[in-house]
């Protein structure tokens, strides 16, 4: 039900260095890369490490930059923690554009959860998404336009949750254990529809 999460960095000339780590992609280096589908327009990574002394606690910067008559103008920037500097591009929101996932913690399960900042390619613009940093192993379901969980825990739970205008994380609820029997596969089944029936999309 879950594709299997991977990494990738978009590096540009910026990124002088790059290594892998356990098949994830590592960027130990500042990075940029265009967006809207427009040179002039850039997202800037910076990787900040230790800061305030603290070794295990990376930080980041993330910018929206535009190009224009030579100069550089900042049209967006924010400060972020991360477990390390790993970005993932997928679309979350249905618009056929892909936005941005910075990696922000990794559990000693292996539950991933993520920055997620929304690109809007008609408006020019990025958004951070308030709580998404809560939803551990997000996946994007584009036929029914919401997001899955899957939670490795004691006992393994599915949660479901949608992006809405604002933008902020909205628990549709209707979350189950998983049981890893056959009885997983029906759960799974009738808690879609149930969802698709409060989204009115049946």
Excluded: W
């Amino acid at each position: 039900m879950l594709r299997r999460l991977f990494y990738f960095f978009v590096c540009t000339t910026v990124c002088v260095l790059v290594s892998f780590d356990s098949g994830a992609c590592q960027a130990e280096t500042d990075t940029s890369f265009p967006v809207f589908n427009d040179p002039s327009y850039t997202i800037e990574f910076h990787v900040l490490k230790q800061l305030n002394g603290e070794e295990d606690v990376h930080f980041a910067t993330l910018s929206l930059m535009h190009l224009k008559g030579g100069l550089k103008k900042i049209l967006f920037l924010d400060t972020l923690e991360i477990f390390r500097p790993s970005i993932e591009l997928a679309d979350y929101n249905g618009d056929g554009i892909k936005d941005i996932l910075v990696l922000y913690q990794s559990s000693a399960r292996s539950n991933l959860t993520y920055h997620l900042y929304l690109v809007n390619n008609k408006e020019h613009h990025v958004k951070r998404v308030e709580g998404f940093e809560e939803i551990c192993n997000p996946e994007y379901d584009a036929i029914n336009k919401f997001i899955i969980s899957f939670v490795l825990t004691g006992v393994n739970y599915y949660a479901f949750y949608i992006i809405d205008d604002t933008p902020k994380v909205i628990d549709l609820g209707n979350g189950f254990d998983d049981d890893r029997t056959d009885v997983t596969n029906s759960k799974y089944k009738k808690a879609i529809s149930r969802i698709r029936k409060q989204l009115g999309r049946e």
